[in-house]
């Protein structure tokens, strides 16, 4: 099993500095991604459920205040010398396909191959209004034809595409990534469409588990993996070259306190086994939500895990 983490791109961590000493000790403590956010814009007034929380309350709207997702990581490609880099997940309606594919190329090629390209279809229709996107109705086949476009320019010699969405040929399309036949990609959501997506098109799922508002125990994870291997198989596609990436808060010791523990809550031991559970059902990656409101909590919560963690898995 792998392990990344989260990086903040909001709030008093996700300042230059700060951004890079958490960067570069995640690379230096052998962590295999780290993931970072998307949000363009943040409406003032959002009626949309966010779907992983319990009211539904989107938890990052107070401030709006967030740095732009892919610039953020090719920044810190420059500061890293191993560690994967993750938009987990880039909202692929966001953004026009062909730029999309030409700075992930960039970013791929700048460094040296550790791209993994995480996408969604989004989930607030506000920010989709305010970008003046494709209906937010319409977001899936949005997501999968520019997901389908993206591809062919990545792997084409002589890309053409002819879309309800997107549209182009007669181009070149230089440098390609430095990864073949392209870099992973990763299909976050946990609806039935998103599993089918990330079986016809992905070369791994990537949901978010141990949440409140979606647990996604074990148990369920397992049935959802059956659900995926049957869509791939449907595809012509082999099921076992599907990886499933989750990610996953991370709670201390202090919210083990009453009623039933959660995942990934308490002490070494006990997450050492919430892991194995996991791993037992197919998890290759685990992706822990351990940002904190200040970068030493961020660089100590990173150590935790490296040192009394990990090491027991």
Known sequence: MKFGFYLSNTGPSATPDNLIAIARKGDELGFDCMVVGDHIVVPKSIVSPYPYTVSGEFPGGETGDYLEQLTLLTFLAAVTKRIRLVPSVMILPHRNPVVVAKTLATLDYLSNGRLTFGIGVGWMKEEFEALSLPPFEER???????????LELWTSDDPSFDGKYCSFSNISFLPKPVQKPHPPVWVGGQTRRAIRRAAELGDGWHPVGAQPAAP??????????????????????????????MKAPLYDSSRATGGERRRFVGEPQQIVSDIHAYRDVGVAHLIFDARASGVNESLERLDWLARDVIPQV
């Open 140 to 150: 899936g086949a949005v997501s999968d034809e520019y997901l389908r476009a993206i």
């Open 216 to 245: 996604l125990e074990p148990e369920k994870l397992a049935e959802d993996m059956k659900l995926l291997a049957r869509y791939a198989e449907r595809a012509g596609r082999d099921p076992a070259h599907i990886e499933l990436s």
